[in-house]
Structure formats: structure tokens, C-alpha cells
Nanobody, 115 residues
Framework: QVQLMESGGGEVQAGGSLRLSCAAS????????MGWYRQAPGKQRELVAD???????NYADSVRGRFTISRDNAKNTVFLQMNSLKPEDTAVYFC?????????WGQGTQVTVSS
């Protein structure tokens, strides 16, 4: 069983920064994919960024250059540093762990960016 615990959401003004963290616990193997998705009201959940256990990262076009994903493999933790936040970044952010073809999700953390 895998559990994911997110933290770091909140409310910030446009142009501000937030840092999200997600710690995974349980039956975790070293080779996995960790990432962040987000879902705004009335919209589908979308990929924000993901990162392999080797550190190869991938970003959505809308956040590239503003967000940075990183991970600490020893602690099974993934981070999302979000800079230059925009009102359109407002959403619930979910941590995802991909392991042996299956996705595990966190409970989500709210990020609200005010103009």
C-alpha cells in the first residue's frame, strides 16, 4: 500500500511563490515516476510536471520556466517550486506516484492565486 501526503498549498498574490511537498510512504520501490497534477473548478485534471527517479523532468507548457520539480529519492519526496504565480494557476494540486503501471494519488492541496 502506498500513501501520499501533500503540504504547502495556500493563498498568494499574483507574482508570488509557493513550494509544494509530497512525501510517499509504504511499499515504494526506487524506480518510479512522481509528479504533480492540478484541477481547476470545471476543468479536467492536467499534468503540471513529473520527474523520474533519475531526475528527468517534464513540464506543461503553461508552467515551464516558472515551476521547478525536484525530488529527494532517499526520502521518497517530490517538491514543486512555483514562482511568478498567476491567477490561472489556481487549482487543487495533486501529487501522483507511478509505480508498475499504477497511479497513486494524494488528497490534494489548494493553491489560490489572487490578482
Amino acid at each position: 500500500q502506498v500513501q501520499l501526503m501533500e503540504s504547502g498549498g495556500g493563498e498568494v498574490q499574483a507574482g508570488g511563490s509557493l513550494r509544494l511537498s509530497c512525501a510517499a510512504s509504504g511499499s515504494i520501490f526506487s524506480i518510479n515516476l512522481m509528479g504533480w497534477y492540478r484541477q481547476a473548478p470545471g476543468k479536467q485534471r492536467e499534468l503540471v510536471a513529473d520527474i523520474t527517479s533519475r531526475g528527468n523532468s517534464n513540464y506543461a507548457d503553461s508552467v515551464r520556466g516558472r515551476f521547478t520539480i525536484s525530488r529527494d529519492n532517499a526520502k521518497n519526496t517530490v517538491f514543486l517550486q512555483m514562482n511568478s504565480l498567476k491567477p490561472e494557476d489556481t487549482a487543487v494540486y495533486f501529487c501522483d506516484l507511478g509505480l508498475f503501471g499504477r497511479s497513486y494519488w494524494g488528497q490534494g492541496t489548494q493553491v489560490t492565486v489572487s490578482s
